[in-house]
């Protein structure tokens, strides 16, 4: 099972700020498929990334994914109030499929 | 378009079963498989499996085996996730979730979501 661990925990940031994500597996993510997902309170997650770098549908371009093999990041170039919120990697090349712990971006 | 909806919230004794539902409309059921993650109190979201919706034939993740089935019932296009023997440990938010077609492969991100079925094990 592939183990994906994201820091930080949290990030404090002030609206407008760069956020960057980092998510690290266990072993290589096969054909780059890794994901992210953004949960706010009460919700069910969002999909913003696919295929490390590719946006879903109606995902603003201040959401950037990169990354190969082990090491993936998710850049929100600058953010806007509701960016505020728990962000998930997910990998999709190898069963079982896996999700990291999280990282929570805060208010500052 | 594209929706999945859940059952309500269910409160239940240690040991007893609970069997939670996932109605969708919009599309083609038997297109796409169905996934089942769970997310406790303030933590994580964890993959429990999926179930061909095709065949029928479920896949657990580990730790997911034995106490909890996928089943389906196609005339309704509903997917199920039953648990059986409960305990305090299985207090979650339950949610199906839909893999997203991309240029015409079907891949294991969820882009639809149900709202999710909060579990309750509490004696």
């Known amino acids: 099972e592939i183990v994906l661990t994201q820091s930080p925990a949290t990030l404090s940031l002030s609206p407008g700020e760069r956020a960057t994500l980092s998510c690290r597996a266990s072993?290589?993510?096969?054909?780059?498929?890794l994901a992210w997902y953004q949960q706010k309170p009460g919700q069910a997650p969002r999909l913003l990334i696919y295929g490390t770098s590719s946006r879903a549908t109606g995902i603003p371009d201040r959401f950037s994914g990169s990354g190969s093999g082990t090491d993936f990041t998710l850049t929100i170039s600058r953010l806007e109030p509701e960016d505020f919120a728990v962000y998930y990697c997910?990998?999709?090349?190898?069963?079982?499929?896996?999700f990291g712990q999280g990282t929570k971006v805060e208010i500052k | 378009q594209v929706q999945l909806v859940q059952s309500g919230s269910e409160l239940r004794k240690p040991g007893a079963s609970v069997k939670v539902s996932c109605k969708t409309s919009g599309y083609t059921f038997t297109q796409y498989g169905m996934n089942w993650v769970r997310q406790a109190p303030g933590q994580g979201l964890e993959w429990m499996g999926w179930?061909?919706?095709?065949?029928?034939?479920?896949t657990y993740a580990q730790g997911f085996t034995g106490r909890f089935v996928f089943s389906l019932d196609t005339s309704v296009s509903t997917a199920y996730l039953q648990i059986s023997s409960l305990k305090a440990e299985d207090t979650a938010v339950y949610y199906c979730a839909r893999p997203t077609l991309v240029r015409g492969v079907i891949i294991d991100v969820f882009d639809i979501w149900g709202q999710g079925t909060m579990v309750a094990v509490s004696s």
């Open positions: 072993q290589s993510v096969s054909f780059s498929f």
């Open positions: 997910q990998q999709y090349g190898s069963s079982p499929r896996t």
């Open positions: 179930i061909n919706t095709n065949t029928g034939n479920p």
